[in-house]
């Protein structure tokens, strides 16, 4: 039997989580301790081209994650969602 909705939305809820704890440890395991290092190990230039916008790709998925969880409790309005986060 196909999943329920229930389940496909927890399904992606769970997967929103995994992909914003990855991207915060890119971004603050990885991305901060470079660019505070001294002496600097990487160019400015070279960090930008390894994370270009690493940062702002991690809000936007923390936006949708916290959205997504959000619309679950008060009222399963997913399209909604989905309608304000994307321009």
Same mark, same amino acid.
């Given at each position: 039997p196909?999943?329920?909705r229930e389940q496909l939305i927890e399904e992606l809820?769970?997967?929103e989580?995994?992909?914003v704890g990855s991207l915060t440890?890119?971004?603050n395991g990885y991305l901060e301790p %470079? $660019?505070?290092v001294r002496p600097p190990i990487l160019d400015k230039q070279d960090i930008i081209a390894m994370f270009s916008n690493a940062?702002?790709?991690r809000l936007w998925n923390l936006s949708l994650y916290?959205? %997504? $969880?959000t619309h679950r409790e008060y009222g399963n309005t997913f399209g909604d969602l989905f309608i304000e986060m994307i321009p």
């Amino acid at each position: 039997p196909a999943p329920s909705r229930e389940q496909l939305i927890e399904e992606l809820i769970q997967t929103e989580s995994i992909h914003v704890g990855s991207l915060t440890t890119l971004v603050n395991g990885y991305l901060e301790p %470079l $660019r505070l290092v001294r002496p600097p190990i990487l160019d400015k230039q070279d960090i930008i081209a390894m994370f270009s916008n690493a940062e702002v790709i991690r809000l936007w998925n923390l936006s949708l994650y916290e959205g %997504l $969880r959000t619309h679950r409790e008060y009222g399963n309005t997913f399209g909604d969602l989905f309608i304000e986060m994307i321009p």
